[in-house]
């Protein structure tokens, strides 16, 4: 995989072309920001892409701040290692964003990936397609992560609701008991098919379900053409991820605004 050049794709077809996600949602192209305005608080709200440099950055973060906060909406700046200008993390931080963890943008080619990993012993996967499931998926995220799941119900729900096709959600269940789960958006249009929320309660970890949910969900993306799988990468995940053939293209942090 040539990295410098799958880096390139991804931000040109998930960054600066994004499309909105959700129902009531838009992109808003500003200068050189593009942002998604969701329908509410609870949807996803943010920058996605810029191209700055030190002498409109500040301007162009207070544009942001202004915008949302006419909203009433707290929103994330998705910042990459690569983006400019190269302070623009100390700049955020200046404004009053709120850093949260690190993570490794990693990519894979699904044609390079090894998708014979079934679901291990006892383990069975349920496609989430109703409100019953989105309960259960929620269920495993607040376990997992110890985070209120109310703002992904919502969400889930609502892009089942609008858009059905451009997401697969899936339940590890022992039995009847949900013990992971995970989430892949498929935007049209792309190449890219993006791998989310995978979480695994604490006594199933270790076991092999993490992987096998990364396979199914590399297999159904295959089936319907993309040709790469993204993944911002915990550094809990990231030693799976390289084991599996995925490679570190860049980091990424988010930085929250509270209006």
Not at 88 to 115: N, S, V, Y
Not at 164 to 186: K, Y
Not at 218 to 234: F, K, N, P, Q
């Amino acid at each position: 995989m040539d990295h410098a050049a799958v880096l390139a794709r991804y931000d040109r077809e998930l960054r600066e072309g994004a499309r909105a996600d959700g129902p009531g949602a838009r992109v808003e192209r500003v200068g050189g920001v593009v942002r998604h305005v969701g329908d509410s608080a609870q949807d996803w709200n943010g920058v996605l892409w810029s191209a700055l440099d030190e002498r409109d950055a500040d301007a162009a973060i207070a544009e942001q701040i202004a915008r949302f906060g006419a909203l009433g909406h707290p929103f994330e700046w998705k910042l990459y290692g690569h983006d400019r200008p190269a302070d623009l993390a100390q700049r955020l931080l200046a404004a009053g964003f709120a850093p949260e963890p690190d993570e490794t943008l990693m990519a894979a080619d699904i044609a390079d990936l090894d998708l014979d990993a079934g679901a291990p012993e006892g383990i069975r996967f349920r496609t989430v397609a109703d409100a019953a499931g989105v309960d259960l998926l929620v269920a495993v995220h607040e376990q997992a992560f110890g985070t209120d799941g109310s703002r992904l119900r919502h969400r889930v729900l609502a892009q089942l609701a609008d858009a059905p096709d451009t997401l697969v959600a899936v339940v590890a269940l022992a039995g009847d008991e949900p013990v992971s789960a995970a989430r892949m958006e498929l935007p049209p249009g792309t190449g890219f098919a993006g791998l989310w929320g995978g979480g695994t309660v604490a006594g199933w970890r270790g076991r092999g379900v993490y992987r096998a949910l990364i396979a199914h969900r590399a297999r159904i993306a295959a089936d319907r053409g993309y040709r790469h799988l993204h993944v911002d990468a915990s550094a809990q995940s990231r030693p799976i991820l390289e084991r599996l053939g995925f490679a570190a293209l860049t980091t990424t942090t988010p930085y929250v605004y509270e209006p």
